[in-house]
């Protein structure tokens, strides 16, 4: 089965408004990797948080290994923040990323 | 700082002919090198991990003969995609990590495939 469900899929705000994005995964978690995916497809690393939480800017991650889950909060969203949000996790156990399907973010002004 | 370059960016090719790209590490020494395919409309898939002392592991549906790997040193890889076909266009990136296990892997910006 799926091993990372990310969610939500798709996500509209107005400019301003604050996005929660999640990844939950049923095995266990050696690390998470967050990404922002170019329009031209290659992938800007946001944040790499095997647990616990880690901030940049506007950008926050929080990892809850018990939980197995994973967020990724913006705030005060910003229109060049639009676009596709990808998380990675790395298995336990050995190097495997698997990727989740993503979020395709669309701020509006 | 860890870099990871990929050659060429883009690349077409007729359907039934082979295709191969790079990828460099740059500013490390890659211990290992995973390459993944991102088809259109869906997310990036693993298609082999290649370790270090290691042979290389391909996962379900992709296979050493379909998807031949070189890594023979720490900072260069190269895939060949033979006998490329429509269902093997998209993304091929790849992403190298320093270390075993526990590490960010850096990944390159990708090389896009279209087959005609």
């Known amino acids: 089965g799926q091993q990372v469900q990310q969610s939500p899929a798709s996500l509209v705000l107005q400019e301003g408004e604050n996005a929660e994005l999640q990844c939950n995964f049923s095995t266990s978690l050696n690390s998470m990797q967050w990404f922002y995916q170019r329009p031209e497809g290659s992938l800007v690393s946001l944040f790499y948080?095997?647990?616990g939480t880690k901030q940049s800017g506007r950008l926050t991650s929080t990892t809850v290994i018990k939980e197995r889950r994973s967020s990724l909060h913006i705030s005060s969203s910003q229109i060049t923040d639009s676009g596709t949000y990808l998380c990675a996790m790395e298995h336990y156990g050995n190097e495997k990323i698997t990727f989740g399907a993503g979020t395709k973010l669309t701020i509006k002004p | 700082g860890a870099l990871v370059y990929q050659y060429p960016r883009r690349t077409i090719c007729k359907s039934g002919t082979s295709m191969r790209m790079e990828c460099q590490a740059v500013g490390f020494q890659a211990t290992s090198v995973a390459w993944y395919r991102q088809s259109p409309q869906k997310t990036f898939e693993l298609i082999a991990l290649?370790?270090?002392?290691?042979?290389?592991?391909?996962e379900q549906n992709f296979t050493q003969e379909k998807f031949p790997i070189s890594h023979p040193n720490l900072s260069f890889s190269s895939m060949t995609v033979l006998n490329a076909y429509l269902e093997d266009r998209g993304l091929y990136l790849c992403?190298?990590?320093?270390?075993?296990?526990?590490?960010?892997?850096?990944f390159g910006p990708g090389t896009r495939l279209t087959v005609l």
């Open positions: 948080n095997p647990s």
């Open positions: 992403g190298a990590r320093e270390g075993f296990s526990s590490y960010e892997q850096y």
């Open positions: 290649s370790t270090v002392n290691s042979a290389i592991k391909y």
